[in-house]
């Protein structure tokens, strides 16, 4: 089996940070693709930053300039600096990435159970 677990979230001020930390573990062959998402009450899920398996880190406008994400391969562990944070970020963050497991041909999706972060005004 494969597990994403996220970690880092909690209550900031605004204009504050805060590191967000996604380990994978389990019957790990390679990961593909890597992203977080959020979830806002009331709003649907969206994409904060994706990090292909090839070319660039892709964010989303509303993030661009202030959140960054990286990825060590040799840890399983994806990061996301988060700065200048506004109250409209808070939202529980989650972890996606496409895995290949061991014995298996082919990747597949998984999640983190998410981490919620909230930002006060």
């Known amino acids: 089996q494969v597990q994403l677990v996220e970690s880092g979230g909690g209550l900031v001020q605004a204009g504050g940070s805060l590191r967000l930390s996604c380990a994978a573990s389990?019957?790990?062959?390679?990961?593909?693709?890597m992203g977080w998402y959020r979830q806002a009450p009331g709003k649907q899920r969206e994409l904060v930053a994706h990090?292909?398996?090839?070319?660039?880190?892709v964010y989303a406008d509303s993030v661009k300039g202030r959140f960054t994400t990286t990825r060590d391969n040799a840890k399983n562990t994806m990061y996301l600096q988060m700065n200048s944070l506004k109250p409209e970020d808070t939202a529980v963050y989650y972890c996606?990435?496409?895995?290949?497991?061991?014995?298996?041909?082919?990747?597949?999706?998984?999640w983190g159970k998410g981490t919620l972060v909230t930002v006060s005004s």
């Open positions: 996606n990435a496409n895995i290949i497991r061991r014995g298996v041909g082919y990747g597949m999706d998984y």
């Open positions: 389990g019957s790990i062959f390679s990961i593909n693709t």
């Open positions: 990090i292909p398996t090839a070319g660039s880190t």
